[in-house]
């Protein structure tokens, strides 16, 4: 059975996101963090434009529609 807030994110502007990376991909913007679920990571923006979730070195893009609702 899946919980209610299985697809919600909750994003913190201006978030500790180096508690999920050390390192900002080249041309990316640390927006803050995003959670999904009981995954927490960095939010960050790439160049162009597409918004993601970046943990340890590990980016997952996000659900676009999903991401610009919860900013």
Known sequence: MAGINRGRYTV???G????YTNTI???WQMLGTIQRGLGIG???LSP???YA???AG???TLDQ???KSAL
């Open 53 to 55: 979730q970046i943990n």
């Open 65 to 67: 529609c999903k991401i």
């Open 12 to 14: 913190k502007i201006n």
């Open 16 to 19: 500790p996101w180096r508690l």
């Open 58 to 60: 590990s980016i997952k």
């Open 25 to 27: 991909p080249a041309g």
């Open 48 to 50: 162009v434009g597409i």
């Open 42 to 44: 960095a939010l960050g």
